[in-house]
């Protein structure tokens, strides 16, 4: 599948256009390629794009001078933008990095509105992310805080098996808030 069909499908899906108004959307992205390592999102920024992840994983992190946290992955198709920075033009307190190369497709807020105010789209759009957004970050927020990090990883063992083959242990740990070691030790008793 390619990239635009990838973007087409998840629009088609999730968001019902005109078939006109959809695939001139689509076509306005542009397509970037990221190495390894590279960070696409710096706190203290202002998310001026809408990004989708065609190909690839990201790690999404907080951190201060002598920690992180990682907060999420993102192993498949989908928007990586931090939505609130976007749509409040505040700024970010997360980072996003390649753990891999990654190939993203690009739209600049600036042409972001003047389509979805073209095809009054735009609310739509932006309210179901939000509402996904909440939804997921509120369960993630309850689970980290019921559950001991055994739960949690069998949680993900159960819910996201390609983290557990695709990102390495010590960024599972430091999203369980354990130590590698103790990670070990539980993967060891599973």
Same mark, same amino acid.
Request: some cysteine; proline content about 2%; charged content about 30%.
């Given at each position: 599948?390619?990239? !635009?069909?990838?973007?087409?499908?998840?629009?088609?899906?999730?968001? %019902?256009?005109?078939?006109?108004?959809?695939?001139?959307?689509?076509? !306005?992205?542009?397509?970037?390629?990221?190495?390894?390592?590279?960070?696409?999102?710096?706190?203290? !920024?202002?998310?001026?794009?809408?990004?989708?992840?065609?190909?690839?994983?990201?790690?999404?992190?907080?951190? #201060?001078?002598?920690?992180? =946290?990682?907060?999420?992955?993102? &192993?498949?198709?989908?928007?990586?933008?931090?939505?609130?920075?976007? #749509? +409040?033009?505040?700024?970010?307190?997360?980072?996003?990095?390649?753990?891999?190369?990654?190939?993203?497709?690009?739209?600049?807020?600036?042409?972001?509105?003047?389509?979805?105010? *073209?095809? $009054?789209?735009?609310?739509?759009?932006?309210?179901?992310?939000?509402?996904? @957004?909440?939804? =997921? $970050?509120?369960?993630?927020?309850?689970? +980290?805080?019921?559950?001991?990090?055994?739960?949690?990883?069998?949680? @993900?063992?159960? !819910? $996201? %098996?390609?983290?557990?083959? *695709?990102? %390495?242990?010590? +960024?599972?740990?430091?999203?369980?808030?354990? &130590?590698?070691?103790?990670?070990?030790?539980?993967?060891?008793?599973?």
């Amino acid at each position: 599948m390619t990239e !635009t069909d990838k973007l087409s499908l998840f629009f088609s899906n999730e968001f %019902p256009f005109n078939k006109e108004g959809l695939e001139e959307f689509v076509n !306005t992205f542009v397509i970037k390629s990221y190495k390894k390592g590279e960070i696409i999102l710096e706190n203290g !920024t202002i998310e001026n794009e809408l990004r989708f992840l065609d190909q690839g994983i990201i790690r999404e992190y907080y951190a #201060t001078n002598d920690r992180e =946290k990682n907060i999420n992955f993102y &192993t498949s198709s989908g928007f990586i933008t931090d939505f609130s920075s976007f #749509t +409040h033009s505040t700024v970010t307190r997360k980072y996003q990095e390649c753990l891999t190369d990654v190939d993203l497709r690009i739209l600049s807020k600036e042409k972001f509105l003047t389509f979805t105010n *073209q095809y $009054k789209c735009g609310k739509l759009f932006i309210e179901t992310i939000f509402q996904r @957004i909440v939804v =997921k $970050k509120e369960s993630e927020e309850f689970n +980290h805080f019921v559950n001991t990090a055994e739960e949690l990883y069998l949680d @993900i063992m159960k !819910t $996201k %098996p390609d983290w557990l083959l *695709q990102i %390495p242990q010590y +960024h599972i740990a430091s999203y369980l808030g354990i &130590t590698p070691e103790t990670l070990s030790r539980i993967r060891k008793r599973i």
